[in-house]
Each structure stands twice: as structure tokens, then as C-alpha cells.
């Protein structure tokens, strides 16, 4: 008698759901169902075409709204007339817009929108969505409140938009398929869909600006100062020194016609100016980094105008202001040292033991000299008031000393205890006082002179000693996460670890700079502070190689002046570094030396 049959076996274990988009559903691929949008729709530039309608029964209110707004306007071609915008609810939005700081720090890098999933939704909401949870935490304050308004200019929105897709084009670097292998960080591109969409949404925004006549400008100040300040971030996230110098000047030239108006209209024109000083100072800051001698040497001044009218109680726009002026200040008293032009066309590597250029400071330099040091004691005193007012709550949490072993040898096993704040930007204000301070100790540059000794020039840097190592500390206990992401418009903590490792004798403190930014560019992070990592590595490498020759590096330089580079439309680095000019002193002829170097 025969028994019954085995149950059949399966094909396949392969369990396929059917709740993912229909984008997904269509390739037969598997989606990981993330809202507002799946990870391969965003992955492949596509628009997520949403997740099966279900059914919900509930009672609805009129105040009720769903959790992605509508976008309604009444343009009549010039981007001027209002639109009324319902505004997603954001985890940002949760917190009182006058706490920036906590803010900030609360948002988790990987946020992912909790949305009702009975929407489908928008291009607007979604582009809409990713600026307030990234670009808004990362601006001056008073564009996380204009995004909070009901009504909103399509031209801003547009602007926004813009900037939300070019920002999440570089959250989404892509492999390249044939490439430069041989230059480190052009393995990866940001992504050129979401790149693209941000061109159709900034064209538009800059085809309604076209149309806009003199009154216009006038009628609608705040309007205009909002979206050109917006192409100014837009440019200086790609590294577009020359676009952003354009939309700059725009805004210098609207100042210049309002007047003191612009102070007062609509209670925003004095922090939108304050928006755009801070992005002027970011950019100097990328763009003297790696700059010509001539720029470092001959900069104009960075103060502010008098006729540019601004909240001096921001805090972050005044420590800016102080930092970048006294590095400018540091720097031309430097570079007014070393007279001799170096011959650009003379190219060595790192070890080819090839003669120096040495450098004889200029013979009547007291009336420079003195005018520099002049100008220095107002940055003192104006960083010394700024610190005055500093509340407590922006001061760190564990401050207390530490006294770094310091060996001037090659280990990095110096203990640097982690000095943590409350807030990210409690931490990064905090990072440019520090660093503005190591600027303003110009002790060292006085023993720059042939008469002087080695050991003269190692103790008179001794004086930023204790700065810098404060900076390493910041560094050490400081989010990294939060630097990438809130970092983006403002000067970075990578950037000021260069600055300070090139005031420092200290071959430990370079060798746990480059430690430590290696560690975080190993872990997939190309750019901090819109500065590509792996060039500051490259230079780091070329400072920690001249002091084991015995050889101090107080300066960097491009042979010739690029500008700034090309900017970063299809790559993380606007510039390409194949050599570089090192400035500083040779311990051997206890004399100051300069050095073209062709980078590996």
C-alpha cells in the first residue's frame, strides 16, 4: 500500500513583498520601502512613484494637515507674488527656532521623515523635506525661521529647492566607472541627477530674478537680499569662487542702494547680511587655502564695511570676522618676510635633498611691521570683548587644563583628552575663538631673522602652544557626523586643524592631525567644511616630511594662482594640487627657506 506523497519543496526561500514602490515593483527589485523615498529611486535620480494607497477611516478637522504640505502659487512670471506653502513637519521644527544650538545637535545624521503613508508625495515636499532637515540646521538661523513662514516667494522656494538638491547630490557620491585612479578622491562624483535638478529649479529661480526691474528691487528688498544670499551658498557648495563673487557683489550693490532701510525691512534684511558675512568668510577661508603668495601676501582687509549694516550681537559672524582678519593679518606679516620670489620652475620631490631658496627678510620693515601689529591689538581687544559675552552655556562642559606631552618627535602616543560642549555649534564658535587666538600670537614672527637661533624660534612658538593643543582637544571630543553635516556652509574643523598645524614647531601635533583626519577619510568622508579631506591630507604629508629634514612649514602656496579652482561640478576638490611652495624656517642654517615641491 503506498504512503502519501512528500510534500512538494519549494523553488526558492525568496519571500517577495508587495509594499514596495511601484518603481520597485515594476523592476522586480527589492526596496527597502524608506520614506518619503526609497534609497534606489533617490540612487538612480528617479522620482519615487509612492507605495499602495491604504485605507484609513478617521475623524478630520479643519486644523488638521497632513504631514507634507501643498504648494499652491500664483505666479505671474516674475517669482514675486506669493505663494501659500503648508509646511512639513519636520524633526527640526519640534524646537524653538531661537535654540539653534540644540537644534543642531538633536537631529540624527540618518534622519528618516516620518510621513503618512496614505500620501503621495510631491517633488516640492521632498525637496522641501531634505532642506529642512539638511541644509536649514547647517545655514545662519534666519533661514531655518524663513522656511518656518506660511507664505513664501516661489522664487525663494525655488532657491531652496535648488540648494536642498545640490546638497543631496553630494550626500550621494558615486564610484566612477573609468577614472583617474592615480589622484586621490577622483574615484567618486556627486550625483549628477540630483545635480540636474538642481539646475532646472535654479533656473527657474534665475529666470524670474532676470525679469525683475529696479522697483521691483526696491519693493522687494527682502525678497532679493534672501535669493541672492541663497546663490551665494549655492555657488560656494560647489567651490564656484567666480560665480559666488558675482551673486556676492549683487548683494553688496542692492546694500548700496537701500541704505540703512535694509536694516529694518521685514525684521530679517540685518540677518540675512549677517548670512552673507558669514559666507564671504568661509569662502576667503577656502580660497586662501591653497592660494598664490601675491593673495596671501596683498589680501585687502577683511573688516567689515561700515556701511553694511548687521546684528553685532551675532556670535558666530563676529568670531568669523576676528578669525579670518587675524589669519590675514598672520599671514601677509609672514610672507612680507621671504622678498625672494621662488623659482616656480624649479621642481624637487619631498626627499631629493635639492638646495633651498633662502629668504632674507627685507632690510626697513619697522613702519609695516608696527602697522600690522596695530591692527592685530584691535582684533585682540575685539576677540576679548567677544569672549566677554560668551553665555555660559557656550562655554565647554569639562574645562579643565591638560599638559600634553609634548617630545618634538615622531610619536603620536600624547594623551588629548576630548573637551565636549553642550551644542555643535557651542563647539565650532568655541574652535574659531581658539584658533583666532593662535593667530594673534605673533611672537615667532620676530625671531624670523638670520641672527636669531633655532631654540629662539622653537620657544617663541611655545606661546600658541597651549591653543592648539586646546583645538586638538575640541577635535577629539567633537561629533564627526555633525561636522559633515553642519558644517557645510561654514569653515570646518579640518581647515582650522591646517591653520594651526602651521603655527606649531610641535612634530607630535602634525602627526596626530593627520592621524586623525586619515582615520576619518579611510571611513568614506571626502569633504568637511566644503574642503576635500584628502588635500589637506596631502599637505599635512608634505609639513610632517620637512620637519623630519628638520625644516619648519609656516606657509603653503600655489606656484600660480588658479583662482580657486574650477570648481566641484563633477567631483569633491575644485583645485588639483600637482605641486606646492612651502614657506617657513630651516633649522640647519637657522635662516628662513622657501621650496617648490611636486606632489607624489
Known amino acids: 500500500m503506498y504512503k502519501p506523497a512528500p510534500p512538494r519543496p519549494k523553488k526558492t526561500k525568496i519571500v517577495r513583498a508587495r509594499t514596495g514602490c511601484r518603481n520597485c515593483r515594476a523592476r522586480r527589485k527589492k526596496c527597502d520601502e524608506r520614506r518619503p523615498a526609497c534609497s534606489a529611486c533617490i540612487r538612480l535620480g528617479a522620482r519615487c512613484e509612492g507605495y499602495d494607497t491604504k485605507l484609513r477611516f478617521r475623524s478630520v478637522s479643519f486644523e488638521s494637515e497632513t504631514h507634507f504640505g501643498r504648494l499652491s502659487r500664483t505666479d505671474n512670471g516674475?517669482?514675486?507674488?506669493?505663494?501659500?506653502?503648508?509646511?512639513?513637519?519636520?524633526?527640526?521644527?519640534?524646537?524653538?527656532?531661537?535654540?539653534?544650538?540644540?537644534?543642531?545637535?538633536?537631529?540624527?545624521?540618518?534622519?528618516?521623515?516620518?510621513?503618512?503613508?496614505?500620501?503621495?508625495?510631491?517633488?516640492?515636499?521632498?525637496?522641501?523635506?531634505?532642506?529642512?532637515?539638511?541644509?536649514?540646521?547647517?545655514l545662519h538661523p534666519i533661514f531655518h525661521r524663513l522656511s518656518r513662514l506660511q507664505e513664501l516667494?516661489?522664487?525663494?522656494?525655488?532657491?531652496?529647492?535648488?540648494?536642498?538638491?545640490?546638497?543631496?547630490?553630494?550626500?550621494?557620491?558615486?564610484?566612477?566607472?573609468?577614472?583617474?585612479?592615480?589622484?586621490?578622491?577622483?574615484?567618486?562624483?556627486?550625483?549628477?541627477?540630483?545635480?540636474?535638478?538642481?539646475?532646472?529649479?535654479?533656473?527657474?529661480?534665475?529666470?524670474s530674478v532676470v525679469k525683475w526691474t529696479r522697483a521691483d528691487f526696491e519693493q522687494h528688498s527682502t525678497t532679493a537680499l534672501a535669493v541672492l544670499i541663497l546663490f551665494c551658498y549655492l555657488e560656494s557648495l560647489m567651490s564656484n569662487f567666480q560665480g559666488f563673487y558675482l551673486h556676492s557683489d549683487a548683494v553688496e550693490a542692492l546694500v548700496d542702494v537701500q541704505g540703512s532701510r535694509t536694516a529694518t525691512l521685514s525684521g530679517h534684511g540685518a540677518e540675512l547680511l549677517a548670512a552673507w558675512t558669514q559666507s564671504k568668510m568661509h569662502n576667503w577661508w577656502r580660497r586662501f587655502h591653497f592660494s598664490a603668495p601675491s593673495f596671501q601676501r596683498d589680501h585687502p582687509s577683511l573688516a567689515i564695511q561700515?556701511?553694511?549694516?548687521?546684528?553685532?550681537?551675532?556670535?558666530?559672524?563676529?568670531?568669523l570676522t576676528i578669525l579670518c582678519e587675524s589669519y590675514r593679518l598672520n599671514a601677509a606679516t609672514l610672507m612680507y618676510y621671504y622678498n625672494d620670489p621662488v623659482d616656480t620652475e624649479f621642481t624637487v620631490q619631498i626627499d631629493s635633498g635639492v638646495p633651498l631658496n633662502i629668504s632674507q627678510p627685507p632690510s626697513d620693515s619697522s613702519v609695516f611691521l608696527i602697522a600690522q601689529e596695530a591692527q592685530l591689538d584691535c582684533q585682540r581687544n575685539a576677540l576679548s570683548n567677544w569672549y566677554a559675552q560668551l553665555p555660559p552655556s557656550e562655554l565647554p562642559i569639562d574645562w579643565y587644563s591638560t599638559a600634553p606631552n609634548s617630545s618634538q618627535g615622531e610619536s603620536t602616543d600624547f594623551e588629548v583628552q576630548p573637551l565636549r560642549f553642550r551644542s555643535h555649534d557651542a563647539?565650532?564658535?568655541?574652535?574659531?575663538?581658539?584658533?583666532?587666538?593662535?593667530?594673534?600670537?605673533?611672537?615667532?614672527?620676530?625671531?624670523?631673522?638670520?641672527?636669531?637661533?633655532?631654540?629662539?624660534?622653537?620657544?617663541?612658538?611655545?606661546?600658541?602652544?597651549?591653543?592648539?593643543?586646546?583645538?586638538?582637544?575640541?577635535?577629539?571630543g567633537i561629533d564627526w557626523e555633525s561636522c559633515i553635516r553642519l558644517n557645510a556652509y561654514t569653515?570646518?574643523?579640518?581647515?582650522?586643524?591646517?591653520?594651526?598645524?602651521?603655527?606649531?614647531?610641535?612634530?607630535?601635533?602634525?602627526?596626530?592631525?593627520?592621524?586623525?583626519?586619515?582615520?576619518?577619510?579611510?571611513?568614506?568622508?571626502?569633504?568637511?567644511?566644503?574642503?576635500?579631506?584628502?588635500?589637506?591630507?596631502?599637505?599635512?604629508?608634505?609639513?610632517?616630511?620637512?620637519?623630519?629634514?628638520?625644516?619648519?612649514?609656516?606657509?603653503?602656496?600655489?606656484?600660480?594662482?588658479?583662482?580657486?579652482?574650477?570648481?566641484?561640478?563633477?567631483?569633491?576638490?575644485?583645485?588639483?594640487?600637482?605641486?606646492?611652495?612651502?614657506?617657513?624656517?630651516?633649522?640647519?642654517?637657522?635662516?628662513?627657506?622657501?621650496?617648490?615641491?611636486?606632489?607624489?
Open 153 to 207: 516667494s516661489p522664487v525663494v522656494l525655488d532657491t531652496m529647492m535648488a540648494l536642498a538638491a545640490r546638497q543631496l547630490s553630494r550626500m550621494l557620491p558615486r564610484a566612477r566607472e573609468s577614472g583617474s585612479l592615480d589622484m586621490p578622491g577622483s574615484s567618486f562624483r556627486p550625483d549628477l541627477g540630483q545635480q540636474s535638478v538642481s539646475e532646472e529649479f535654479s533656473g527657474s529661480a534665475m529666470r
Open 491 to 600: 569653515i570646518g574643523i579640518s581647515g582650522l586643524l591646517l591653520a594651526c598645524v602651521l603655527r606649531s614647531n610641535d612634530m607630535a601635533i602634525g602627526l596626530w592631525v593627520e592621524d586623525w583626519l586619515n582615520q576619518r577619510y579611510l571611513a568614506g568622508c571626502l569633504e568637511e567644511g566644503s574642503f576635500p579631506i584628502f588635500q589637506i591630507l596631502q599637505v599635512l604629508r608634505v609639513i610632517n616630511e620637512e620637519r623630519r629634514l628638520g625644516r619648519h612649514v609656516y606657509a603653503v602656496c600655489q606656484p600660480i594662482d588658479d583662482g580657486g579652482g574650477v570648481g566641484k561640478f563633477d567631483s569633491y576638490n575644485s583645485q588639483r594640487l600637482v605641486s606646492v611652495l612651502v614657506y617657513g624656517w630651516c633649522v640647519d642654517s637657522s635662516c628662513l627657506y622657501s621650496r617648490h615641491i611636486a606632489l607624489e
Open 306 to 319: 561700515r556701511n553694511i549694516p548687521f546684528k553685532a550681537n551675532d556670535s558666530r559672524v563676529s568670531v
Open 427 to 476: 563647539a565650532m564658535n568655541f574652535a574659531y575663538y581658539v584658533v583666532a587666538r593662535v593667530m594673534q600670537c605673533t611672537e615667532f614672527l620676530n625671531f624670523l631673522q638670520p641672527s636669531h637661533k633655532h631654540k629662539e624660534v622653537s620657544e617663541a612658538c611655545t606661546t600658541a602652544e597651549p591653543w592648539i593643543m586646546t583645538l586638538l582637544r575640541i577635535a577629539a
Open 78 to 138: 516674475d517669482g514675486l507674488v506669493s505663494g501659500t506653502f503648508a509646511r512639513p513637519i519636520l524633526g527640526s521644527q519640534a524646537v524653538d527656532s531661537t535654540d539653534r544650538g540644540l537644534i543642531s545637535s538633536q537631529i540624527p545624521f540618518d534622519i528618516v521623515l516620518k510621513v503618512d503613508t496614505t500620501m503621495k508625495p510631491s517633488r516640492e515636499s521632498f525637496y522641501m523635506s531634505i532642506w529642512g532637515n539638511q541644509c536649514a540646521p547647517a
